[in-house]
């Protein structure tokens, strides 16, 4: 890899890391509001739907100029979002004009790595761009953990900044880290390719995508790569709701100790994703299928962990089965999707896809807790009530975690079948 493959290396892991942080500071900014505990989940929902809503028009975005220059213009969209939440904007809906960003931000990020590289080295870049991802969720979490905990908070007192709370001094810091990002874009190498101009009809745009979304899903390979990545990014942003709440109701942690188990989450998914960028070239992919399948087993042992040590090498497995299972699949998307349709196109795609899955994973999340959740414990510890306390309600966490589990397996399941049927018919690999 060379100095231009690290320069968006480096782009991609400062936005990253705003996004990761701001994600923190926004759910603690909901709590220091008192907003109701459902809240919470709708804050990743409100991120999320852009990236649906705007994906007949993000690819087009992405292939009309360079992609460095995208990417600087997206980050600008989510600093304007930032600062809102600064200014007053409810944080879901400030949340939502950071998610209108990154979901235009997406194509151009992955497009560019597709240009950029041979399609042989696509596994190994992928290792990297995900292990950096991931560098940035475990930082960006502990980040904004910790600028938005109460330590901060005290500290902030005895400070000319008292008038900020710890929130809003760690959404200030998003701010800054959103600037940097926007400075190494202006580095990024301008590519010799071919752009496309950008058509403003909207038939047009609709059709072309629409167009795009079933060239890829009748591909035997795209197809099962993308029923893979969908579920993943689906399950992975449910997974982080699920940690949380289990981490505060069955280990009894603060909100800032839960928050760490999601960087292991992360730290064991950037382990994977380099364990599979070594030993897994791009024609034997689906060889990871079965690390799906043991991953939905694994996460419903969590309700049978108690002990702090215990849990921090379980996040850390989980991610590793999760890392090592998504990154050759979604090179092998990325290489069918650019040889299909070009690589702004084929993001975009796939990000429309893998955002529905998050938009249902975490909506039925929301529901479950506005709906099912159980009044709280007077008994409780202090943790939960310092979680749930607003609310006067508790998750049904073993319900949320057996359901949880049981999806990803049958799921997991049932793709592994097409994938034999696939090699018994002669038309993909084994």
């Known amino acids: 890899m060379d100095r231009g493959f690290y320069t968006i290396l480096s782009a991609q892991f400062l936005s990253a890391l705003a996004d990761n942080a701001l994600f923190l500071a926004a759910s603690a900014l909901l709590r220091a509001q ?13 991120f999320t739907v852009s990236y649906v809503v705007l994906a007949p028009f993000a690819g087009s975005f992405a292939d009309s100029m360079p992609k460095g220059r995208a990417m600087l213009i997206c980050n600008g969209v989510k600093l304007i979002g930032c600062c809102s939440m600064l200014v007053g904007m409810p944080p879901i809906i400030a949340y939502a004009i950071v998610g209108f960003g990154a979901a235009a931000y997406s194509p151009a990020k ?25 560098a940035a969720i475990v930082f960006g979490t502990v980040l904004g953990g910790f600028l938005a905990g109460g330590n901060v908070d005290r500290w902030l007192d005895r400070t000319w900044l008292e008038p900020l709370n710890a929130p809003e001094f760690a959404i200030s810091v998003v701010c800054l880290l959103y600037l940097a990002a926007a400075w190494v874009n202006w580095y990024i190498p301008k590519l010799d390719v071919h752009l496309k101009p950008i058509h403003f009809n909207l038939h047009f745009l609709l059709k072309e995508f629409w167009w795009c979304v079933q060239r890829l899903w009748k591909d035997p390979q795209g197809q099962l790569s993308l029923a893979v990545t969908t579920l993943f990014w689906g399950a992975g942003a449910t997974m982080r709701l699920v940690v949380i709440n289990w981490a505060i109701i069955w280990l009894e942690y603060t909100q800032e100790q839960a928050t760490r188990l999601v960087a292991l989450v992360a730290f064991g998914t950037a382990f994977g994703a380099i364990l599979a960028g ?49 990154v050759p699949l979604n090179a092998m998307l990325q290489h069918r999707g650019h040889m299909l349709m070009g690589a702004g196109h084929s993001i975009a795609v796939q990000n429309f896809n893998e955002n529905l899955g998050i938009l249902l994973m975490v909506g039925i999340h929301a529901l479950v807790v506005r709906y099912l959740s159980t009044p709280l414990d007077p008994e409780a510890s202090d943790a939960v009530k310092a979680a749930f306390g607003a609310t006067g309600a508790t998750p049904p966490m073993v319900g949320i975690v057996v359901g949880f589990g049981v999806f990803v397996m049958l799921l997991m399941l049932w793709i592994s079948r097409r994938h034999r049927r696939g090699v018994a018919a002669g038309i993909m690999h084994d």
């Open 110 to 134: 992955y497009g560019i790595v597709t240009e950029y590289l041979p399609h042989d080295r696509l596994v190994a870049a992928n290792g990297w761009l995900e292990g950096a991802t991931v």
């Open 34 to 46: 008192l907003a109701p505990e459902w809240h919470q989940s709708m804050l990743l929902w409100c």
């Open 278 to 326: 070594r030993f897994i070239p791009i024609r034997r992919a689906f060889v990871v299928l079965p690390a799906g399948v043991a991953m939905g087993a694994v996460v419903m042992t969590l309700l049978a962990v108690k002990d702090t040590f215990a849990a921090g090498l379980m996040m850390i497995f989980i991610g590793s089965l999760a890392g090592f299972f998504v």
